[in-house]
C-alpha cells in the first residue's frame, strides 16, 4: 500500500482511526474495492513498514517519527488548497517545530507560499495553528538569505494583520526589531540570540513568560507598554534595562539573581539537589546579570563546592554541606538565612548596594 493511502489522513498524536484509515484506503482505490478486498488489504497493513495496528487503543499506529510529520503536513497544504476547515487538529508540542520545518521546505522556501498557508492557519481560532504559522513565519525567513532588518521587516509582512495576536516560542535569532511594534502577542519561553532592538520596539498589551535575552542590543531599550510579565521574564528583562543605565541595581535585584543560581541546583519539581558544570552556571537569565560574576565568585567562597565527577573535564559544582539547610529554608520560605545572607551582606558591601 502506497503512501498516497493515507496522506490526506488527519493524524493525531502518532495515532490513525480505524473507520477513517478504511475510507482513505477506499478512496486511493477510487472505491473498487468490495468489503472483503478491503479487509483483506487492511490485514495486510497490520505489518507495513509505515504502520501498524494496535489493538489496545483500536488504531493505526505511525511507526516513524518523521512519517507522521510529513503525513500532518500533507494534511495541512490539501486542506488549504481545498479550502477546508481543519477538523480539530492538534499537534503535539514536541512535534511543531519539525512540523513547521517540513511544510517550509514543501513549499520551496518561497515566501508567497508561506505566507498563503499562514494566512489560511490564522483563519482558525487555535492556539496550537497560531504558533505554528509563527514558526513557519521563522523558519521561512530563515531560510531566505536575509540580513537581520531584511528578516524583521519580511516577517511582519508575512501576517495579514502585521505582528498582533500572535504566540511566539524558542528561538529567535539574528533579528532586527528595531521600530517594531508586537500587538496582543504572547511570548513563551523565547529566547532572543543576537537580536537588535531600539527605544521604538514596543511590546504593547503583550504577554512575556520567561525566557531570556543573549548577546543582543538595545533589549534593555524596550518599551513594555501595558504588558503582563512573569518573574522569570522580569529578571532578564530589569537586567538589560540596567545594563542601558535605564535602571539602578538594587539589593532586591540582588537577591533575584542569587535565587537564580541557587536553583539551577535543584530539578524543576523536585527537592533533591544536582550538581552543575561551571559553563552552564552563567547561562540562562543570570547571563544578563550585571554583576554575574561577582555574585558567582561569593557563591563559590561560602555556598557552592566544586567536586570531581568521572568523564566530565569542566570544574562541577554542587551546594556544600554547611549551606545545604539555609538553600532549603530560602526555597521553601523565599528567605536567606545563615551562609545565604551572609553572602547577600559580603555582595551589598562590595557592590555598595541600596
Not at 503583550?206 to 531599550?221: E, M, T, W
Request: proline share 1%; with cysteine; hydrophobic share 35%.
Amino acid at each position: 500500500m502506497k503512501l498516497y493511502a493515507i496522506e490526506n489522513i488527519n493524524v493525531h498524536e502518532g495515532f490513525i482511526d480505524n473507520d477513517i484509515f478504511k475510507l482513505s484506503i477506499a478512496c486511493s482505490s477510487n472505491n473498487k474495492l468490495s468489503d472483503d478486498e478491503l479487509n483483506e488489504v487492511l490485514n495486510k497493513m497490520r505489518t507495513h513498514s509505515l504502520v501498524s495496528w494496535d489493538s489496545s487503543n483500536q488504531k493505526w499506529v505511525i511507526k516513524q517519527p518523521q512519517v507522521e510529520i510529513s503525513l500532518v503536513s500533507l494534511f495541512i497544504i490539501d486542506a488549504m488548497a481545498a479550502k477546508n476547515r481543519m477538523p480539530n487538529l492538534i499537534i503535539p508540542e514536541n512535534k511543531i517545530n519539525d512540523i513547521s520545518s517540513m511544510l517550509v521546505g514543501m513549499l520551496d522556501n518561497e515566501i508567497s507560499k508561506c505566507r498563503n498557508i499562514i494566512e489560511y492557519l490564522l483563519n482558525f481560532n487555535s492556539n496550537d495553528l497560531n504558533k505554528l504559522a509563527v514558526l513557519i513565519s521563522i523558519r521561512c525567513v530563515e531560510k531566505n538569505k536575509l540580513n537581520r532588518s531584511e528578516k524583521a521587516n519580511t516577517l511582519a509582512e508575512l501576517f495579514k494583520n502585521g505582528l498582533s495576536d500572535l504566540l511566539f516560542g524558542g528561538n529567535i535569532s539574528d533579528f532586527d526589531m528595531s521600530g517594531k511594534r508586537f500587538l496582543k502577542c504572547t511570548f513563551n519561553n523565547v529566547r532572543w540570540n543576537n537580536c537588535k532592538f531600539d527605544s521604538n520596539t514596543i511590546f504593547e498589551k503583550c504577554v512575556i513568560k520567561g525566557g531570556n535575552a543573549n548577546y543582543c542590543d538595545g533589549f534593555g531599550k524596550i518599551q513594555f507598554v501595558d504588558s503582563e510579565i512573569n518573574r522569570d521574564a522580569n529578571v532578564y528583562i530589569v537586567n538589560s534595562q540596567i545594563k542601558e543605565g535605564k535602571k539602578s541595581y538594587s539589593k532586591d535585584n540582588l537577591k533575584d539573581d542569587v535565587g537564580i543560581l541557587i536553583r539551577k541546583f535543584v530539578p524543576r519539581g523536585m527537592s533533591v539537589f544536582k550538581s552543575v558544570e561551571n559553563n552552564n552556571l552563567t547561562r540562562g537569565n543570570i547571563s544578563s546579570s550585571k554583576y554575574r560574576d561577582e555574585i558567582l565568585d561569593e557563591l563559590k567562597r561560602c555556598v557552592i563546592e566544586s567536586h570531581q565527577v568521572s568523564g566530565v573535564r569542566d570544574d562541577v559544582y554542587r551546594i556544600s554541606n554547611k549551606a545545604k539547610d539555609n538553600v532549603k529554608f530560602y526555597l521553601n520560605n523565599n528567605v536567606f538565612v545563615g551562609v545565604l545572607q551572609e553572602c547577600i551582606d559580603n555582595l551589598v558591601r562590595k557592590l555598595d548596594l541600596k
